[in-house]
């Protein structure tokens, strides 16, 4: 138990529709990053938040984009879906600073999206 | 740019044998090294991290790895397998001190346990 829960936990869409996934961090937690992780291969990161603005982005292309709320609660929306977006998607929070001192990410459990 | 080599994509010992999972990572700035465990379904678990203090880190279940900056490895070894070790276990690298906690993970080793 993380602490990091994730909604909705399966959902299937169609190739060209719009989704939102959602994410509770840790009570506490200032930062939050999405991770997509396809099938059978290892997460690759999409982006972090740290106190409302994204402050660090992976090799994903605009139409994935993200928000993070003052009370540390984030959304992942991804636009116009591809088949190729089928995957786990991975919610996770940390307490924080300016600079990664290695502090623990803790890792919610996932949505799982279908794209048909 | 960092990378994350893990050598074996399944890895089977018998249950109470040694595990070993081998890591070997590429980065041209400090490093910060994980591992972490996935069970069937479910979402990442820290097992165990580096992050510049002592090179042989203690984790959770048991598990242990040793930083060895001279052969850029951080392999993850456990001295007796139990059945509940089965599951995916993936090997991550980050940079210290990037304005960003970005993890680049391995492409992961399944451990499978024989009875």
């Known amino acids: 138990e993380t602490g990091v829960t994730q909604s909705p936990t399966h959902l299937i869409k169609t190739r060209g529709q719009q989704v939102t996934l959602r994410c509770s961090s840790q009570?506490?937690?200032?930062?939050v990053s999405w991770y997509q992780q396809a099938l059978g291969q290892g997460p690759q990161f999409i982006f972090q938040?740290?106190?409302?603005?994204?402050?660090g982005r992976g090799n994903f292309p605009p139409r994935f984009s993200g928000l993070q709320f003052p009370n540390y609660s984030s959304e992942l929306n991804v636009n116009a879906l591809e088949l190729d977006d089928s995957a786990l998607y991975l919610c996770?929070?940390?307490?924080?600073?300016?600079?990664?001192?290695?502090?623990?990410?803790?890792f919610g459990e996932g949505s799982w999206l279908t794209v048909v | 740019a960092q990378s994350v080599t893990q050598l074996g994509s399944h890895v089977s010992v018998s249950e109470g044998a040694l595990v070993l999972l081998r890591c070997n990572y590429s980065?041209?700035?400090?490093?910060?090294l994980f591992w972490y465990v996935q069970y069937p379904n479910q979402g990442l678990q820290l097992l165990l991290k580096?992050?510049?203090?002592?090179?042989l880190v203690k984790g959770i279940n048991g598990f242990e790895a040793e930083f060895k900056k001279s052969e850029t490895s951080f392999h993850l070894t456990k001295p007796s397998a139990h059945m509940s070790d089965a599951a995916e276990y993936f090997c991550?690298?980050?940079?210290?001190?990037?304005?960003?906690?970005?993890?680049?993970f391995g492409s992961g080793t399944r451990l499978s346990i024989r009875p």
């Open positions: 580096y992050t510049s203090a002592a090179t």
């Open positions: 991550a690298v980050s940079e210290a001190y990037s304005s960003a906690s970005k993890i680049i």
């Open positions: 009570s506490g937690h200032n930062t």
């Open positions: 996770a929070s940390s307490l924080g600073g300016e600079l990664f001192s290695g502090n623990t990410i803790y």
């Open positions: 980065s041209s700035v400090p490093p910060y």
């Open positions: 938040y740290y106190r409302e603005e994204e402050n």
